[in-house]
């Protein structure tokens, strides 16, 4: 073999292994979100597994992944190029969970009791149909061409949106799919299960006094200025705590979403690197410190912990199809990790609509409503408490005070005080890509 050939194909051979020592590491986050996605994907929300493969695990690197599905396990094991195998196994109740190992299967599982009524009313109180009602100051016409705009046409993929649905003074006047799904499909809200975590604290305050204000306790914090941290501060991602929140690399949250067995703890262990109330940060870390042990720390027992978000909130309001799910200890994983049908994601975007009221009974304080659209300091009007606000209008055709909830590739659940309007949208783009400000502007419009 000529000498240039033998040094080529070692310079070869060497570029291989820097780059395996480099990104293997990664594959340990690509084979976790591939096997979690694809095990939610089949066993929560019940469909198949091209389709998820195609669409929702079609981008790079996750599209390179292989699959085993294993129906009587309701397992799903991922891995890329037969390396870094990982798990997700689904649970009754409580959805797919990653684990590390095998022996890392949740041994016991502990499920939520349910309580689900049907009223004998009209959606969004019950599930009889709603009687045709037509609002003069609505152009149906206009309105059902800015509907129409947020899905992609014929043979594009652009804006890749699933559902949209408009709900006018509680009154659906609007509602389309994309083909493949409809009013009983269960969409990831991803983020907007954080809006879930703050709404659970807003519980607390007003069913059990909790003092948001108040310093959290941890043991760990005791010692040193993190001791000072309150629950007000972590709601508003304004604590100071260290964190990183980039999902297409190695950070913070993709090692704790795809590695962390219990994924609150992760934020307890960051230092403070900045100050509270002075120092907005977006973490997920956050919002599974108040999820997990923070919140499991109100309650006598684990049923208990599981019940509330259900018996006081999610069933309560009639979120029926709802299903959060938890990490490997049997915590909820409230930064991500909830489902539900579009039409019940209008249902808690109604709940603060109505300023925490649902049908009557005063659900949530009117105060703490307010309080979550609130802008917190150095947000720049972005951020209240696990909700996103348009204070600082980032988006310059809609409202001041539209706030919303907001997930990975454009989950939205909006929010409009002044127009007696819920708009949601889901889908696999978000803003820019998906242009928002558009998109609401066209809604508006069509209401006068």
């Not at 629950?231 to 999902?247: F, R, T, V």
């Not at 923070?294 to 909130?313: G, I, K, P, V």
């Not at 049997?330 to 925490?356: I, P, Q």
Request: hydrophobic share 40%; aromatic share 14%; proline share 3%.
């Amino acid at each position: 073999m000529k000498k240039w050939l033998k040094y080529f194909l070692f310079l070869l051979l060497a570029g291989i292994a820097i780059l395996v020592y480099i990104y293997y590491p990664a594959l340990n986050i690509v084979t976790g979100y591939s096997s979690k996605n694809m095990a939610s994907g089949i066993f929560v929300t019940e469909r198949d597994q091209t389709s998820l493969m195609e669409y929702d695990n079609g981008f790079f690197p996750i599209s390179l992944a292989d699959y085993d599905v294993n129906i009587e396990e309701k397992s799903v094991t991922s891995s890329l190029f037969g390396l870094m195998k990982r798990k997700a196994i689904y649970y009754e109740g409580v959805g797919a969970v990653l684990v590390n190992k095998d022996e890392d299967a949740l041994t016991s599982v502990i499920a939520p009791i349910r309580v689900q009524q049907s009223l004998n009313m009209p959606y969004p109180y019950g599930k009889l149909q709603q009687k045709d009602t037509l609002f003069e100051e609505v152009n149906y016409q206009y309105l059902e061409s800015a509907v129409d705009n947020a899905f992609d046409k014929e043979g594009e993929q652009l804006k890749q949106t699933r559902s949209v649905l408009v709900v006018y003074k509680d009154q659906i006047i609007a509602e389309k799919y994309e083909a493949g799904f409809d009013k009983e499909s269960l969409m990831h809200g991803w983020s907007m299960t954080k809006s879930f975590t703050s709404t659970i604290y807003g519980l607390l305050q007003r069913q059990r006094g909790l003092d948001l204000t108040g310093t959290t306790g941890l043991e760990q914090w005791k010692a040193d200025e993190r001791k000072d941290i309150t629950y007000q501060n972590l709601l508003e991602m304004n604590s100071g705590l260290e964190w990183e929140e980039a999902y297409f690399n190695i950070s913070d949250v993709t090692k704790m979403l795809y590695l962390a067995a219990d994924m609150g703890a992760m934020q307890i262990d960051k230092p403070l690197t900045g100050t509270p109330d002075e120092s907005w940060n977006y973490s997920s870390g956050t919002s599974n410190l108040l999820s997990g042990p923070l919140l499991r720390a109100q309650f006598n027992s684990h049923q208990e912990y599981l019940d509330f978000w259900y018996t006081e909130l999610l069933d309560k309001i009639g979120m029926h199809s709802a299903v959060v799910e938890v990490d490997q200890v049997g915590n909820y994983v409230g930064s991500s990790y909830a489902w539900a049908t579009t039409r019940d994601w209008a249902k808690f975007g109604l709940l603060y609509l109505h300023e925490g009221n649902w049908n009557g009974e005063q659900v949530l304080d009117s105060s703490f409503v307010k309080y979550v659209a609130t802008p917190t300091n150095s947000s720049e009007g972005r951020y209240g408490a696990q909700f996103w606000l348009n204070a600082g209008a980032y988006f310059p055709d809609v409202p001041a005070d539209m706030y919303y909830c907001s997930g990975f590739k454009g989950q939205y659940v909006f929010i409009f005080p002044s127009q007696n309007l819920i708009v949601v949208r889901t889908g696999l783009t978000g803003d820019p890509t998906f242009n928002v400000n558009e998109f609401l502007k066209e809604i508006i419009a069509s209401i006068s």
